[in-house]
Structures are given as structure tokens and as C-alpha cells.
């Protein structure tokens, strides 16, 4: 049976907030609104959203406040919708959690392609289906444990809090141990996006995830830079 998805739009601009309402109701989705942070927090909570959009100039506290506090309990897809093109906002609200940007004035159709490549990623990572008794897939690299069957990593027998992005990013170079992929080739391969992605989006999702799986992200032993080409998983 078809589903209809429920997303969460909060954006303290009537005018946009209604546009794209009207536009997204037009594509198919069920539309929850909120003019501010406090309330799409609790309107999370009450409605359960598919997908969040998230602006993040906010009039009570910021979008990037708003989506570090989701992020600490949920793993809903997030995509910010700014006005902001500095190169510091759109990384920093990346780095808070959010799996993708666009900006103002934002293009439906682009927009509802984004959506879609983000709700499938997550259905993808949720169909990805409980443990087998016959067969269970274990990915080691370095000290991390891939565990493809669960969709979680471990590292000293801890569960790292990854994002579905960072999982999905992460099991990509697992793959692909050893070679160098570009910036485009992980846009397609881990976002869905073939022309709709920024290089921003792979760099800042690859400095969040360092975070998390390196000892010392700043001198990163799993995932290296390979300058002017991409990056490369070193799996012993």
C-alpha cells in the first residue's frame, strides 16, 4: 500500500512557509508546519516526521540549535533550507547533524528531488532487514566493526552514534577499501545526486564522521585525503 510521508517544514516566513507547503502537498506529501524552533521541537515529537526542513535563521533559537538536539535522539532525515550561502553557515549546519542544504529562493522540483533521494536512503538503511541466523555480514576496518546486518558500527565494542548518512558513507569506502573516490563519485553513490550535489555536502559529512571513528581526526589514519582527487579508506 502506498504511503503517504509526513515532513516537518519549520520556517518563520509565512510566505515561504505556505509556497512551499502548497508545492510539496502538490508532490504528494503530508505537510506539518512550525513558525519557529520551540515549536517544531515539540512537533516532532507529537507527529513522528519521515523528514524534517529545516531553516535556520529562526526567530527563538537557532536551526542549528534545533538540529543538534534532534540529531542527540533521532536519526529522521534533515535537510536545512537557508538563505545562507556562506560557505561557515552551510558547514557548520551540516556538522550539526543535518544531511543536506538547499538555498532560498529554493527550486521545488530540486527540492522534492532531494527529498526523495534522502527518504529512500533512509528506507534503504531501515530495509536493510534483522540478523539472519545463516549469514551475518561483519566488515572489520581498523579498530571499527561494520555490522551491515544491525546497520551500526562499533568501535571497542562501542555502538558510534552515526547518522544514516554517515553509516551509508562510511560502508561506501568499506567497499571500496584502499581506492581513492572522488567528491562526485560519493555524491551519486551514498546522496543519490548526479548533478544536484555540492562538494561542501562530502566534506563536511567526511569531517563529522572522522569525528567519530578517528582517534585523532585531525590526523586521520582510516580515511586520508587524497589531494585534489578524494578519499581513500585505509582498512589495515
Known amino acids: ?76 532525515p534533515i535537510i536545512m533550507v537557508t538563505a545562507q550561502t556562506d560557505t561557515h553557515d552551510l558547514v557548520a549546519g551540516l556538522e550539526a547533524g543535518a544531511d543536506d542544504y538547499v538555498t532560498k529562493p529554493v527550486v521545488t522540483k530540486e527540492l522534492a528531488a532531494r527529498i526523495r533521494a534522502a527518504l529512500r536512503r533512509a528506507q534503504l538503511l531501515e530495509g536493510a532487514g534483522a540478523p539472519s541466523a545463516t549469514s551475518v555480514r561483519l566488515d572489520k576496518v581498523a579498530d571499527l566493526e561494520i555490522r551491515r546486518d544491525l546497520g551500526i558500527v562499533l568501535k571497542a565494542d562501542r555502538e558510534l552514534p552515526l547518522t544514516r548518512t554517515e553509516y551509508r558513507l562510511l560502508c561506501e569506502f568499506a567497499d571500496h577499501a584502499g581506492q581513492v573516490l572522488s567528491r562526485d563519485q560519493l555524491l551519486e553513490r551514498v546522496w543519490g545526486y548526479e548533478y544536484l550535489g555540492d562538494s561542501r555536502l562530502v566534506d563536511a559529512h567526511v569531517r563529522r564522521l572522522r569525528v567519530k571513528i578517528e582517534d585523532q581526526p585531525d590526523d586521520p589514519r582510516i580515511i586520508v585525503t587524497a589531494r585534489g582527487l578524494g578519499y581513500r579508506l585505509i582498512a589495515g
Not at 48 to 54: A, G
Not at 55 to 69: A, K
Open 1 to 76: 500500500m502506498f504511503r503517504v510521508h509526513r515532513l516537518l517544514f519549520v520556517e518563520d516566513d509565512d510566505n515561504i512557509r505556505l509556497a512551499l507547503r502548497l508545492a510539496l502537498e502538490d508532490e504528494g506529501y503530508e505537510v506539518v508546519e512550525a513558525p519557529d524552533g520551540t515549536s517544531g521541537l515539540r512537533l516532532f515529537a507529537e507527529t513522528n516526521p519521515d523528514l524534517v526542513l529545516l531553516d535556520l535563521r529562526l526567530p527563538d533559537i537557532s536551526g542549528f540549535d534545533v538540529c543538534r538536539q534532534l540529531r542527540s535522539h533521532s536519526l529522521t
